[in-house]
C-alpha cells in the first residue's frame, strides 16, 4: 500500500502490499501450466520460484485436477464436530508413511503459520499433560521465519527488518542461525555452527531448561536465511542440547519439505537429529488448495488424547476437498520421481549458478539443498559489504525478472543486517532444459 498519487488503492481494487507500491501495478494472472504462467497481456513467465516456494508439481496437474473434481462432486465439507472423513485418513496416513518411523500422527490445518501455532500448541498441552506447567518459552533463530500469525510471528526473528513487528518478535528469546558465508576471523564453519548451538545451551540454561517447551528451526533455510544449510555437526548439536534439557526439536519443513530438498523431509539428511514435531504446508498441496501439517510421534499425542484431547482447530482443518487434493499431489510427486528429480536437476542448477557467480561482480554466494537454493547479493565480492538498503537491489532483480518474463522469490524489504538473497526454487518438475533457459 502506499499513500502516493500514483499508486493510491481505487475503490474495490485488492490491497497489494508486494511490489505495486514501486511499479505502480502488478500484472494480472490469466492461466498456468507446468513450469509457466501467463498474464491477461498473454505475456509468459517463466516459474523460477514455484511462486513463494509451493507450485512443486507444477501447474494445471491434469491427475490433480481430477481428484480435486471428484471430491468436490461427492463432499467438500462437514463439520469434524460430527463426521470424519476419508481423504483426512488417506493423507495422514500417506505423510507418516513417507515421514518415516519416528512420526505417527499427522494433524492437518490450511496453512504454513496455522501449522506452526498446532506445532506449539501440541508443545504446551504436552507439557501440561505432564505435569509440566510451567514450560511456556519456545527458542527460535534469528534470523527465522515461522509464520505471519501473532504465535508464528513471537518465535519469528529479524526486528531489523520488520520495524512494526518488532515487539511480537521479541517476545520469544533467539539465538544465532548458523550463517557461514561470514566467518568471524580464523574460524571454520564448522567451528562457528557449534558455537551457534553453544549459545542454544546457553539460552536454554538462562532461561531455565524447566521453563522451555521447545525449539523451532528450518533444518534447510528458507527466505529468512536464503537456503542456509549448517555443517552437518550442527544437526546433532542442537539434537543432543534439546533432549538434554528435555526440550522438544521441532523442525519447521513448511518449504523444505514435501520431496524440495530431495528427501521427503529434509530431516532425512541428518538421521541423527531426529526432531520430535515437523510441520509441513506448501508443497504438501501444491498450490492447488490450502493445507498443512504437524507430524508428530505418539509419544506426544497419548498424554495429550488421555487428557481429553487436542484442544485446537480451525474450522478448515482436514477438510476432505484439501484432504483429497493433498493426497493427488503427493501421488504425482512419488509417480513423477520428483524427489529425485530435485536432486539431479538441482545439481545442474547449482553447478550453473555458481559458473554465473563466478562471472558476475554481485553473486557473492550461491548456497542451498535439492531444489532449495538462493543466491546472495554483495556491494563487493571480495569484501562481501553489503548492498546499501536504499539500491533496492533484490526487489529490482525480481522488477527485471517480471520484466523479462522470469519469476523469482525474494524478501519485501530491502537491505538488513544479514544480507540479501534471492530465492531459486522452480517446480520440482524442472527439467535440464528448463533449468538452462
Ligand atoms: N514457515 C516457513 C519456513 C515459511 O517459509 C512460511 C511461509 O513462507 C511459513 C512458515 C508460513 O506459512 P504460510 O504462509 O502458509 O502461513
Redesign the pocket.
Given at each position: 500500500m502506499s499513500s502516493t498519487s500514483e499508486t493510491a488503492l481505487k475503490p474495490g481494487s485488492p490491497i497489494q502490499v508486494f511490489y505495486s507500491g514501486n511499479r505502480g501495478h502488478l500484472p494480472t494472472i490469466d492461466r498456468a501450466k507446468g513450469v509457466y504462467l501467463w498474464d491477461t497481456t498473454g505475456k509468459k513467465y517463466l516459474d523460477a520460484s514455484s511462486g513463494?516456494?509451493i507450485t512443486n508439481i507444477g501447474h494445471g496437474n491434469e491427475r490433480v485436477l481430477q481428484a480435486m473434481n471428484e471430491q468436490a462432486a461427492k463432499v467438500c465439507y462437514a463439520s469434524r464436530a460430527v463426521f470424519e472423513n476419508q481423504p483426512n485418513r488417506n493423507l495422514a496416513k500417506k505423510l507418516v508413511g513417507l515421514a518415516g518411523p519416528s512420526f505417527d500422527q499427522a494433524f492437518l490445518v490450511g496453512?504454513?503459520?496455522?501449522?506452526?501455532e498446532a506445532a506449539i500448541k501440541l508443545a504446551r498441552q504436552y507439557a501440561v499433560a505432564k505435569g509440566e506447567v510451567q514450560r511456556t518459552i519456545v527458542l527460535a533463530r534469528n534470523p527465522s521465519?515461522?509464520?505471519?500469525?501473532l504465535g508464528?510471528a513471537a518465535v519469528t526473528g529479524d526486528p531489523q527488518s520488520d520495524a512494526v513487528f518488532e515487539p511480537v518478535m521479541r517476545i520469544m528469546p533467539k539465538v544465532p542461525a548458523p550463517f557461514s558465508y561470514r566467518l568471524p576471523e580464523g574460524v571454520s564453519v564448522e567451528e562457528h555452527a557449534l558455537d551457534c548451538a553453544k549459545q542454544l545451551d546457553q539460552q536454554i540454561t538462562e532461561t531455565g531448561a524447566e521453563n522451555v517447551l521447545a525449539f523451532i528451526m528450518?533444518p534447510v533455510g528458507?527466505?529468512?536465511t536464503g537456503g542456509l544449510v549448517a555443517p552437518d555437526c550442527y544437526y546433532k548439536a542442537i539434537r543432543d542440547i534439546c533432549t538434554k534439557h528435555g526440550v522438544l526439536l521441532i523442525f519447521?519443513?513448511?518449504?523444505?519439505g514435501a520431496g524440495r530438498t530431495g528427501t521427503f523431509l529434509s530431516a532425512e539428511h541428518w538421521p541423527d537429529a531426529r526432531p520430535d514435531m515437523v510441520?509441513l504446508?506448501?508443497g504438501v498441496a501444491a498450490g492447488y488448495t490450502?493445507l498443512?501439517a504437524v507430524l508428530t510421534p505418539n509419544y506426544i499425542v497419548e498424554p495429550i488424547v488421555a487428557s481429553g484431547g487436542f484442544l485446537h482447530g480451525h474450522t478448515y482443518s482436514a477438510n476432505p476437498l484439501s484432504c483429497a487434493v493433498a493426497v493427488a499431489v503427493v501421488d504425482e510427486m512419488l509417480r513423477m520421481d520428483l524427489m529425485s528429480n530435485a536432486r539431479d536437476v538441482g545439481a545442474y542448477l547449482m553447478e550453473g549458478l555458481r559458473k554465473i557467480a563466478d562471472q558476475s561482480a554481485i553473486i557473492g554466494d550461491v548456497r542451498g539443498k535439492g531444489m532449495l537454493m538462493a543466491v546472495e547479493l554483495v556491494a563487493d565480492k571480495a569484501s562481501k559489504a553489503l548492498i546499501p538498503a536504499e539500491h533496492r537491489a533484490v526487489y529490482r532483480l525480481l522488477e527485471i525478472g517480471i520484466d523479462n518474463g522470469l519469476l523469482l522469490y525474494t524478501r519485501k524489504t530491502a537491505g538488513g543486517k544479514f544480507g540479501e538473497w534471492v530465492m531459486v526454487t522452480p517446480p520440482l518438475t524442472l527439467t535440464h532444459e528448463e533449468a538452462d533457459e
Amino acid at each position: 500500500m502506499s499513500s502516493t498519487s500514483e499508486t493510491a488503492l481505487k475503490p474495490g481494487s485488492p490491497i497489494q502490499v508486494f511490489y505495486s507500491g514501486n511499479r505502480g501495478h502488478l500484472p494480472t494472472i490469466d492461466r498456468a501450466k507446468g513450469v509457466y504462467l501467463w498474464d491477461t497481456t498473454g505475456k509468459k513467465y517463466l516459474d523460477a520460484s514455484s511462486g513463494p516456494v509451493i507450485t512443486n508439481i507444477g501447474h494445471g496437474n491434469e491427475r490433480v485436477l481430477q481428484a480435486m473434481n471428484e471430491q468436490a462432486a461427492k463432499v467438500c465439507y462437514a463439520s469434524r464436530a460430527v463426521f470424519e472423513n476419508q481423504p483426512n485418513r488417506n493423507l495422514a496416513k500417506k505423510l507418516v508413511g513417507l515421514a518415516g518411523p519416528s512420526f505417527d500422527q499427522a494433524f492437518l490445518v490450511g496453512s504454513g503459520s496455522e501449522a506452526t501455532e498446532a506445532a506449539i500448541k501440541l508443545a504446551r498441552q504436552y507439557a501440561v499433560a505432564k505435569g509440566e506447567v510451567q514450560r511456556t518459552i519456545v527458542l527460535a533463530r534469528n534470523p527465522s521465519y515461522h509464520g505471519a500469525t501473532l504465535g508464528a510471528a513471537a518465535v519469528t526473528g529479524d526486528p531489523q527488518s520488520d520495524a512494526v513487528f518488532e515487539p511480537v518478535m521479541r517476545i520469544m528469546p533467539k539465538v544465532p542461525a548458523p550463517f557461514s558465508y561470514r566467518l568471524p576471523e580464523g574460524v571454520s564453519v564448522e567451528e562457528h555452527a557449534l558455537d551457534c548451538a553453544k549459545q542454544l545451551d546457553q539460552q536454554i540454561t538462562e532461561t531455565g531448561a524447566e521453563n522451555v517447551l521447545a525449539f523451532i528451526m528450518e533444518p534447510v533455510g528458507g527466505l529468512a536465511t536464503g537456503g542456509l544449510v549448517a555443517p552437518d555437526c550442527y544437526y546433532k548439536a542442537i539434537r543432543d542440547i534439546c533432549t538434554k534439557h528435555g526440550v522438544l526439536l521441532i523442525f519447521d519443513e513448511v518449504m523444505s519439505g514435501a520431496g524440495r530438498t530431495g528427501t521427503f523431509l529434509s530431516a532425512e539428511h541428518w538421521p541423527d537429529a531426529r526432531p520430535d514435531m515437523v510441520t509441513l504446508a506448501k508443497g504438501v498441496a501444491a498450490g492447488y488448495t490450502p493445507l498443512a501439517a504437524v507430524l508428530t510421534p505418539n509419544y506426544i499425542v497419548e498424554p495429550i488424547v488421555a487428557s481429553g484431547g487436542f484442544l485446537h482447530g480451525h474450522t478448515y482443518s482436514a477438510n476432505p476437498l484439501s484432504c483429497a487434493v493433498a493426497v493427488a499431489v503427493v501421488d504425482e510427486m512419488l509417480r513423477m520421481d520428483l524427489m529425485s528429480n530435485a536432486r539431479d536437476v538441482g545439481a545442474y542448477l547449482m553447478e550453473g549458478l555458481r559458473k554465473i557467480a563466478d562471472q558476475s561482480a554481485i553473486i557473492g554466494d550461491v548456497r542451498g539443498k535439492g531444489m532449495l537454493m538462493a543466491v546472495e547479493l554483495v556491494a563487493d565480492k571480495a569484501s562481501k559489504a553489503l548492498i546499501p538498503a536504499e539500491h533496492r537491489a533484490v526487489y529490482r532483480l525480481l522488477e527485471i525478472g517480471i520484466d523479462n518474463g522470469l519469476l523469482l522469490y525474494t524478501r519485501k524489504t530491502a537491505g538488513g543486517k544479514f544480507g540479501e538473497w534471492v530465492m531459486v526454487t522452480p517446480p520440482l518438475t524442472l527439467t535440464h532444459e528448463e533449468a538452462d533457459e
